[in-house]
């Protein structure tokens, strides 16, 4: 189990915006930067947000992220189909003194 | 770039060892990670080492995990220890700037581990 929650899927057809949660504690995402990685099929992971709302130069704007308390979420608006992957939150964790991820989520471009 | 490698399949209860090299950049003054995934599940850092050999390992895998550097190699290396069905996973390296806080900005191409009889 992570320590960090997200939805297992969500899903949308192109154009749409979807939301990604990641939920967390006070020694996580209450206190440090969250990370989204996002991961093709049989791909290694890559950074589309960080610092809990940064976009790496490269990664389209159609990608934001926020973070407020213990929680984080990861937006896709209009939706295209090579958005279709795997979306994973990171952060550190003070009181376990390492990085945490989450379990993470699966969308579908329908 | 970095680049793992290592055996594909493990014996339950021996040592899981590979071995990550990175090539085009400089090895001091960043982070060296190992992360891995398992078959239908997210994410799990493994554990950290830096060019002076401070390390970090996740607290569930502790009892378990070395991380080890060789600067003149431009490597480090991971060994698990007394593995088991559940340390099946592809096994990625990964760079970062400090230990806490900053971000994963590369990644190797990631090798599938199999453990099994």
């Known amino acids: 189990q992570s320590v960090l929650t997200q939805p297992p899927s969500v899903s949308g057809t192109p154009g749409q915006r979807v939301t990604i949660s990641c939920s967390g504690g006070?020694?996580?995402?209450?206190?440090?930067?969250v990370y989204w990685y996002q991961q093709l099929p049989g791909k290694a992971p890559k950074v589309v947000i960080s610092?809990?709302?940064q976009r790496p130069s490269g990664v389209p704007d159609r990608f934001s992220g926020s973070s407020s308390g213990t929680s984080a979420s990861l937006a896709i608006s209009g939706l295209r189909s090579e958005d279709e992957a795997d979306y994973h939150c990171?952060?550190?964790?003070?009181?376990?003194?390492?990085?945490?991820f989450g379990g993470g989520t699966k969308l579908t471009v329908l | 770039q970095l680049q793992e490698s290592g055996p594909g399949l493990v014996k339950p209860s021996e040592t899981l060892s590979l071995t990550c090299t990175i090539s085009?950049?400089?090895?001091?003054?960043?982070?060296w990670s190992w992360i891995r995934r398992p078959p239908g599940k997210g994410l799990e850092w493994i554990g950290y080492?830096?060019?002076?050999?401070?390390?970090i390992y996740n607290p569930s895998l502790r009892s378990r995990v070395m991380i080890s550097v060789d600067t003149s190699r431009n490597q480090f290396s991971l060994k698990l220890s007394s593995v088991a069905a559940a340390d099946t996973a592809i096994y990625y390296c990964?760079?970062?700037?400090?230990?806490?806080?900053?971000?994963?900005?590369?990644w190797g191409q990631g090798t599938p581990v199999t453990v099994s009889s």
């Open positions: 990964a760079k970062h700037n400090y230990g806490g806080n900053s971000v994963f900005d590369h």
């Open positions: 085009g950049g400089s090895f001091s003054t960043f982070y």
């Open positions: 080492i830096n060019a002076t050999g401070r390390t």
């Open positions: 006070r020694s996580n995402i209450g206190l440090n930067y």
């Open positions: 610092t809990n709302d």
């Open positions: 990171a952060v550190w964790d003070d009181r376990l003194t390492g990085w945490v």
